[in-house]
């Protein structure tokens, strides 16, 4: 079976991470694992995911 990833930004207020990560996973995808999280004003940086 072949994977693929993705990167998935949210921004928000009081976002509720475990509702999100039901959401995505009634999707039939998978978390497996949050890798940045910010707190405040920022500008968005896009990172080109590498494969």
Do not use: W
């Not at 509702?19 to 497996?32: C, K």
């Not at 949050?34 to 004003?41: Q, T």
């Amino acid at each position: 079976m072949e994977t693929v990833g993705t990167n998935v930004t949210v921004e928000g207020d009081d976002i509720d991470v475990a509702a999100l990560t039901e959401a995505i996973q009634h999707t039939g995808a998978v978390v497996h694992s949050i890798d940045e999280i910010v707190a405040g004003a920022y500008l968005l940086d896009n990172k080109p995911r590498s494969r």
